[in-house]
């Protein structure tokens, strides 16, 4: 897709790589309409980008939300690429996690997503070229213990990106599911951080995941797993998730020690 030609509607625009997809796209010359629930957060976005950037104030888990968003993509007279990164996690064992907690991951992370798309569906269709992007995670391909809820939701976006890319085959939009690491953003908050710095896992810097996923839109990439030894584990847990279980198991200790934390939501 060309940059330059890119209408492109994106959530998440307040977390850490949702300000970075800005910034790179906005420096390859798109035009973005951003959704949130707090304005006053995307505001700098703005100033920052006049002319290239706009703004609608929408929870994308009601459907009075979705109409606002359908409507101002309507007055801007369409988009030719959506992209998901809304999203909100939860590190704790899944017992100690508050049943509406679980409920609000699921609508934002699964429903308010594939709802969404479904909407923006009818303008894709019109475009010569669209896209729509999907931000996942590693974590939708293995299962961490400590993110339960969350693994359930990005396991589910995965599988909606694959079966919504083979349902579209026939059509002018295309389907990119982008799978980060874990990253130094909001999401992961400091006893997430500490956890993976004994643990030695790797955190990617937002700017550096970002211009990754511009760079496969750019190219009209399908799939994009982000990080070594990352790509290897989505492989091995396929062919041997036993190995990864046994792997796992020897960071259960330290990871219930760090999930004992109570932590409130974080959302991008």
């Not at 694959?162 to 349902?167: D, K, Q, V």
């Amino acid at each position: 897709m060309n940059l330059k030609e890119a209408r492109v509607l994106l959530t998440g625009a307040s977390g850490g790589i949702g300000q970075a997809l800005v910034e790179g796209l906005c420096a390859g010359g798109a035009k973005l309409l951003l959704v949130g629930r707090q304005v006053d957060a995307l505001s700098a976005l703005v100033k920052r980008y006049p002319g290239q950037v706009s703004v609608v104030q929408a929870d994308l888990r009601l459907r009075e939300g979705r109409d606002a968003v359908e409507a101002a993509v309507g007055r801007l007279g369409g988009v030719n690429c959506l992209v998901n990164a809304a999203g909100v996690s939860q590190f704790a064992m899944l017992e100690r996690q508050d049943e509406e907690a679980i409920a609000d991951l699921l609508a934002l992370n699964v429903t308010a997503t594939m709802q969404l798309t479904r909407r923006m569906l009818p303008w894709l269709r019109k475009a010569p070229e669209a896209l729509v992007v999907n931000v996942g995670s590693t974590f939708g391909s293995i299962g961490y213990p400590g993110f339960t809820a969350y693994c359930a939701s990005k396991f589910a976006i995965r599988g909606f990106s694959e079966a919504l890319r083979r349902e579209l085959a026939d059509s002018r939009v295309k389907v990119l599911y982008v799978a980060p690491r874990a990253t130094r953003t909001a999401m992961n908050a400091a006893p997430v951080v500490a956890m993976n710095d004994e643990l030695k896992v790797a955190m990617d810097p937002p700017r550096e995941v970002a211009a990754q996923i511009v760079r496969a839109i750019a190219r009209g990439r399908e799939e994009l797993y982000l990080g070594w030894p990352e790509k290897i584990f989505v492989k091995l847990n396929g062919l041997w998730p036993r190995l990864v279980d046994q792997a796992l198991r020897k960071q259960l200790p330290t990871i219930q020690r760090f999930a004992r934390h109570d932590l409130p939501k974080e959302s991008a």
